[in-house]
Every structure is written in C-alpha cells, then in structure tokens.
C-alpha cells in the first residue's frame, strides 16, 4: 500500500525539511499587523520572536483551506492510497478537523494521529511515521504504534511574560498583574489529560523554582530510556541551555533533543519561555 504522510509546521520543521524527509506539509497562517505569513515558507520563528519582543501580538490560524484540498488533490492523482496526517493538537487548532472534513469530501482514506500537542512531539511523530513507512509496516499497525507513543507523552511550559497570557484570555489582568508584582510563574501543560489545550498546572514563584518544579514531574513519570525527551525556548537561548544541564542531569542517558518553541505557542506566551516535553519512543 502506498501511504504519505502529512503534518503541519506546528511540527518546527519548515517545507524544505519536510520535503527531504520525505513529507508532506501545510503550513499554518501567522497573522501579523493585518499581514498573513505562511509559517515555515515566508516567515521564520525568529523571526516570529522579533516581532514579539517588539511588542507585537500574532495570530495563528489553519492552513489555508485552499492548500489542504489541493494537497489532497495530489496525493491522490500520485496514487497514494492512504494518507497519516499528524497535525497539531485539535485542542489549539481547527487543523485536524479540516483535514477530515476535505478527505471526505476527496474520498482520501485519511487516519489522524492526534498528538495532543505541538512542537517536538509533533514532529517525532511525523518523521517516526515516514520511517515506518519506508520500513514497510503495513497501516494498521503504524497508526497503531504512532497513537500508542502520542498517549504516552507530556508538555509542560513555563513562559515568562504574563502579559501574552492575559491578552490570550487565559489570565484575567488582575490575576496577570498580581503575578508579575509577586514573580509569580505559571507552569502550563498541553497533554492528554489537559485534552490538548494549554491549561494550567501550577504556579510558583521564580523561574529556578518553575524548571524544578517541571522536572520533578516528569521524574514522578518515571521516565526511562524507553523515552525521548525535549527542552525548548523561544528567543531564551542562556535559560534553554541551562534547563537542558539540568534535564540531561536528572535522566542520565536519555536523547534529549534541544530546540525553538514554534509560533502557535509563542503567540501565546511571548518570547522568553521554556518548554520540556516527553514521549514514549514509537516501535520500530
């Protein structure tokens, strides 16, 4: 069976890295000063994060509704016969049900992976599922395999400007402003259990007391070399690599994979915040 393999760039990678991979990509919209990017092709996350540091406040949005029909619209004249779509989480984007909507509507034997995040897990997901393709599992069970690890997974983020959050709705201004009087951090998760919507863990005070914090959660996981694992910023490059010490530290011998926060999750949070994430390793 011929089988593609779609993700978006909530995955962090951009066309031109999907594309050597050999998948296929949608890129999200960033709305900027009433001005539409298409994340991954004409703007960069650096990009992204100058903007915010200037004290803009982007949007995010699904890929163009004209693009995923005319992916699909190809990836069926190319003979593919299945398609593993492997959005972001359907908690922070419309992506996956649009995707669903335009394979129906094309008779595209679709089958989702829902990642319950972005980010890193994303785009394991993607590239573990490109691998398995090339390895010649059938369907069944590389879908199988793939939804197996995306249960299995966790994303904890500790931004640092609570001014992004409550322009985003999700902190009142009082509560935004007591915060930043006292130095208080929030500590938010995008998982399973949160249904894949960036949802509030804990708060603390400090920074150090966040990255602590954050780490001996996933120690409670009682994480193994069974598991990957990520540390990302956005635009903090000095407390990214400080919280990656502290990772490889508290999982001695674990992959720990280091890299950018991507724009769904900025746009949220602003520049200066870090990211830990874990996933169960998918079977090969």
Request: charged letters at 20%.
């Amino acid at each position: 069976m011929k089988i593609a393999i779609v993700t978006d760039s909530g995955s962090g990678l951009t066309k031109q890295q999907a594309g050597e991979l050999g998948i296929y990509y949608l890129p999200l919209q960033i709305i900027i000063q009433d001005k539409m990017f298409l994340d991954g092709e004409n703007i960069t996350v650096e990009e992204i994060y100058e903007y915010l540091r200037n004290g803009e406040m982007p949007t995010t949005s699904m890929p163009p509704m004209g693009l995923v029909e005319e992916l699909f619209t190809q990836l069926k004249a190319e003979g593919y016969e299945a398609v593993i779509a492997v959005p972001l989480s359907g908690g922070l984007s419309s992506t996956s049900s649009v995707m669903q909507a335009v394979a129906k509507e094309h008779q595209v034997n679709l089958h989702v992976i829902e990642s319950y995040t972005t980010c890193n897990i994303q785009r394991y997901l993607a590239i573990s599922a490109s691998q398995l393709v090339e390895q010649g599992h059938d369907l069944e069970t590389i879908v199988e395999r793939l939804r197996a690890s995306a249960a299995d997974s966790g994303t904890l983020i500790i931004p640092d400007d609570l001014q992004h959050l409550k322009r985003g709705g999700r902190l009142t201004p009082l509560a935004a402003a007591l915060g930043g009087l006292l130095k208080i951090k929030p500590i938010l998760r995008l998982d399973r259990e949160s249904e894949g919507k960036v949802d509030v863990y804990d708060k603390v005070r400090t920074m150090s007391k966040a990255q602590s914090k954050a780490i001996s959660t996933f120690q409670e996981h009682g994480l193994n070399e069974a598991y990957t694992l990520t540390v990302l910023h956005s635009g903090a490059p000095k407390e990214g690599e400080k919280l990656k010490a502290m990772m490889e530290e508290a999982f001695p011998g674990l992959d720990v994979y280091y890299g950018l926060i991507g724009a769904v999750i900025s746009a949220h949070t602003g520049v200066g915040c870090l990211g830990i994430q874990y996933i169960r390793k998918v079977e090969m």
